[in-house]
């Protein structure tokens, strides 16, 4: 899709709807293609949601899991942006499911 057509927009309302709907025990990751884009994203739904009270952040490096991040990913609920091999990475690393959530 091209740029500007609204995609940030429809997740912010996709995200507030879903800690909405599950008061605040909702967690959400959201993908981004690359780690520069993510950290624009961080910022933008930042901004957005936390007068929502909703707390977001970007996970890091791609290639390794750092013990102060996962430290941080697990203590609290919220929205995670993070590159698909982060994800990836996080999966693999979590296999029972029980991703973290990071927050700022």
């Avoid at 879903?18 to 520069?36: D, I, M, N, S």
């Avoid at 957005?48 to 707390?55: A, E, T």
């Avoid at 994800?87 to 690393?93: I, N, P, Q, S, Y």
């Amino acid at each position: 899709m091209p740029t500007s057509t609204g995609k940030t927009l429809l997740a912010e309302f996709a995200i507030a709807q879903a800690f909405e709907a599950y008061k605040g025990q909702a967690r959400v990751v959201y993908l981004t293609p690359t780690r520069a884009l993510a950290t624009q994203i961080r910022r933008t739904l930042s901004e957005d949601l936390r007068p929502l009270g909703i707390d977001v952040s970007t996970a890091g490096s791609a290639f390794e899991e750092d013990p102060y991040e996962l430290n941080l990913l697990q203590m609290s609920d919220g929205v995670v942006v993070a590159t698909p091999e982060k994800m990836d990475l996080m999966l693999r690393a979590h296999p029972s499911g029980s991703i973290p959530c990071a927050s700022s």
